[in-house]
Nanobody, 125 residues
Framework: QVQLVESGGGLVQAGGSLRLSCVAS????????MGWFRQAPGKERDFVAA????????SYADSVKGRFTISTDNAKNTVYLQMNSLKPEDTAVYYC?????WGRGISDVRGYDYWGQGTQVTVSS
């Protein structure tokens, strides 16, 4: 069983940076990709970024392109999300996810099997 544990959230002023980390304990168990999703109060869980373990192919939501960078340390089974130039609209609970995708697109929440508990990111104006 894969367990995902996020860290690195917090409060930051607009324009600031944060780096989120997600450690996959228990190995990766056949997961193809790792992703970050976020959910603001009263809204659906939205795709932020994702990366494949094998090739390192990345994908980003339009709203974060050029500001966020996803990366992995395969030896440590860890995925990172570097967030720069943060905006108040980035405020949300950020969730790490891992999955086999099951033929779905890398940004499709239904392709992910394992989820972390979430970490709060708050950006003040």
């Amino acid at each position: 069983q894969v367990q995902l544990v996020e860290s690195g959230g917090g409060l930051v002023q607009a324009g600031g940076s944060l780096r989120l980390s997600c450690v996959a304990s228990g190995g990766t168990l056949g997961t193809v990709a790792m992703g970050w999703f976020r959910q603001a109060p009263g809204k659906e869980r939205d795709f932020v970024a994702a990366i494949t373990w094998k090739t390192g192919t990345t994908s980003y939501a339009d709203s974060v392109k050029g500001r966020f960078t996803i990366s992995t340390d395969n030896a440590k089974n860890t995925v990172y999300l570097q967030m720069n130039s943060l905006k108040p609209e980035d405020t949300a609970v950020y969730y790490c996810a891992g999955g086999r995708l099951w033929g779905r697109g890398i940004s499709d929440v239904r392709g992910y099997d394992y989820w972390g508990q979430g970490t709060q990111v708050t950006v003040s104006s």
